[in-house]
Each structure stands twice: as C-alpha cells, then as structure tokens.
C-alpha cells in the first residue's frame, strides 16, 4: 500500500510527504490506494527513506513489464545528465578559507567567555542570576561550542575528502604510466604545483546542510545541486539505466552509464549478451581513456568532440589518440547523421522530469537517499510513458 502510495504519488508530481499525507484526506485517488488507511507524513517519509535501496530493483521490475510488453529493445540509447537541487541551500555552505578563520574566531569568543565565567562570585551572580549554581555552561558558549563543533565537522570533512581525491588521482597516474611500461614510482617532471593536491584551497565549499551536495551552475546560477544521470533507449523514450553523482562533469559517467544499461538488459532478457547497439552521447562525455576502453571492449559510441557546425578543437594525435580516431569517426562514417538523434532521445525526457511531474529538486538528504529518490523518479516516469504507450 505504502508503495502504491508514493510511486502513484511521483508520478503525478507530488513527492512531499505531508502533500501525500493531505491528499490521502482529499483525494479520492489517495484514498483508494491507501486502501482507507491514513498513514501519517512521518510513516510515509521513515518507509520512503528506509526502503530507497529497494527502489533501484522495483526500476529493473519495471523495465522488465516494460520489455514482457514489447515496449522497449535496448538498441541505441542516448546518455546525459541534468542539474537537480539538492535539499540544501547554497547559503548554508562555507569556504575552507571561512572556515579556518571562525573557526580561530570562535576559538577567541569560547576563550574569552570561560575567563569571564571564572571570575568572582559577585561576577558569576549577574552573569548567571542567584537561582543558578555557577557552574552550568552558559548559553552563550554552549551556542559557540556547538557552532566550532559544526564548523570543525565541516573543515575535516572538506580536508579528508581532499586527500582522498589526491590520492586516487595518484593512483591513476601510476597506473597510466605502469600500462605504458614506464617506472609508476618515477618523479613528476614539469612544474611543481602550487599547493599542496591534498589540502583544500582556500575556496572549496562544504554545506553544512548536506555535505554530498556541491555547487553547480545552472540555469538559475550557482545552486546546491547533484548530478543526476539517464540513458534513453530510442524506439520508447524509457530510462533503462539511471546513476546520479555529486560531480558537475560529465565525462566520468559515461562507461557506468553504459555498463548499468547493459546489466540491467541481461536482467530483464536473461541474456548475457549485450544489445546495446549504440550509445550517444555530448562533448561533456568526452575522455581518452573512456574511448580507449570502448574500442577494447568493442562498444559502439558516438561522443561529440566539438559543437556540431563548428571547428573541432585541436587535438594532439600522439596524446590522445583514441580522442582523435573518434573525431575522425565522427566525421567520415556517419557519425554526425546519428549523433542528432541524441536531443531528441534524451533532452525530452528530462523535460518531462521537470516539466510533467514538477520534479527540480530532492526531497531527501545524502547521496545514498538521493540516488535512491532518482530511481523513484525514473520508475515512476518510465510507468506514466509506458500508460501513454499502451492508449
């Protein structure tokens, strides 16, 4: 019944859960699919939430009824990726560099309040008033030491995220360089960096609010937002893969787009082989070592290097090579011809998240509850394409 709820609930564009909770008071709908129950916001929001990582295998179910109907073949599918808000507002976030420096700030303000509350007991009897002991924490430090508490929360989050980037991105530098038979614990040539990969620069952000969130441009400018990711297959307009990140770029996405539609095709078919003929895909896609595991592997993609009509950019043959065999595949077998089908595959269907079920922002926290309320999303669109399909 709880189930029934919120995905009649998202498709029809309403994912707060005291809407859902008024609606089931007012609309007849509601009432028959809460079967005459009234489940309250906080029943409907703590089963939404402790049931999110059920919702990616109720999406496969669906694409399974979908593919048990003939609705969808998994033959091109088109790639791409949509700004969504978060639940946090961009406001709520601070800068390393603020952060040191309330950080120091509070540190002073709690110094110099403890030396005060340390004085004489005439002193502590106007502070404190003559009902109080004299020894209970004082509000304004208790409000102080729980800002520094926060703030420092934030300032290790933001610091061991850092390190963690840097030390991954060393780790791939080692393995390029071990595939290329050169020593990887060889010392980097060229320029030293200016500051340490490691440690935050003065204006990386962390949000208070949900720390997984980042700032990203958008139409609107710069909001709290994540990266919410969909592959559309051609002949139906259904989602058949989903993923969602906290990273404003793209390029990192396209090969588990593409492995997610694969596996779920052999879910839905049994088979184990893969019918994804073709992937389309925008220049945010491009990357070397993305195209040099597709021609690997054997997958068919079409990523544009450049603006369509436009010159291409300059590209180092010798550097990145499988950049430049695209490029040239691209531009002499057709590639542009299929490429364009791509806006209308995928660009309307993200029209229709935001436009047709209203939904331009997540209603949960956290990047594990946010992928899981995407997949809602996703499901509870592809069952309102799929209604569509059958009238």
């Known amino acids: 019944m709880m189930l029934g709820l919120l995905i009649y609930a998202y498709t029809t564009g309403t994912v707060s859960s005291r809407k859902i909770a008024a ?9 028959i699919l809460s079967r ?7 029943s409907i929001c703590r089963f939404r939430t402790q049931h999110l990582d059920l919702f990616t295998d109720f999406f496969r179910q669906v694409l399974c009824l979908a593919a048990e109907l003939g609705m969808v073949r998994f033959g091109t ?26 950080e120091q700030a509070l540190l002073r303000e709690i110094e110099a309040i403890t030396r005060r509350a340390a004085g004489e007991d005439s002193t502590e009897d106007v502070a404190f008033g003559p009902d109080f002991r004299g020894d209970e924490l004082p ?8 800002r520094l508490a926060t703030i420092q929360a934030a300032k290790e989050r ?25 020593d990887p614990n060889a010392k980097r040539r060229g320029r030293k960096p200016r500051s340490d990969p490691g440690r935050p620069k003065d204006t990386d952000q962390e949000n208070f609010t949900d720390p997984d969130s980042r700032i990203m441009k958008t139409q609107d400018g710069y909001q709290q937002c994540f990266n919410a ?27 588990p787009m593409i492995q997610a539609a694969q596996a779920n095709y052999a879910e839905v078919t049994g088979d184990g082989a893969s019918r994804i003929n073709a992937a389309l895909a925008d220049s945010g896609y491009r990357c070397e070592a993305t195209f040099a595991a597709f021609e690997r592997e054997g997958v068919d993609v079409y990523v544009a290097i450049g603006r369509e009509g436009k010159s291409p950019p300059e590209i180092d043959a010798a550097k990145t ?71």
């Not at 005459?36 to 906080?42: A, F, L």
């Not at 610091?159 to 038979?181: I, P």
């Open 23 to 31: 609606k089931i008071e007012t609309d007849i709908a509601y009432r």
């Open 36 to 42: 005459d129950q009234r489940p309250d916001h906080r």
């Open 77 to 102: 599918i088109a790639i791409d990726g949509t700004k969504l808000r978060a639940n946090a507002s961009k406001r709520k976030a601070m800068s390393y560099a603020r952060l040191l420096a309330a």
């Open 139 to 146: 509000e304004q430090l208790a409000r102080r030491e729980r």
């Open 158 to 182: 933001l610091e061991k995220r850092k390190a963690e980037l840097a030390a991954q991105a060393e780790r791939e530098r080692q393995e390029t360089l071990q595939s290329k038979g050169k």
């Open 229 to 255: 990711q969909a592959a559309v297959e051609e002949q139906s307009r259904l989602i058949v893969a989903t993923g969602l990140t906290n990273c404003a770029a793209d390029n990192a996405e396209l090969r």
């Open 321 to 391: 090579p499988a950049t430049q065999r695209m490029l040239d595949k691209m531009r002499h077998r057709g590639g542009w011809a299929r490429y364009r089908k791509r806006k209308t595959l995928v660009e309307p269907v993200f029209g229709w998240v935001k436009r047709i079920l209203g939904f331009r922002g997540f209603s949960l926290r956290g990047l594990a509850k946010v992928r899981g309320e995407w997949n809602l999303v996703c499901l509870a669109l592809n069952l309102r394409r799929m209604w569509a399909m059958r009238a």
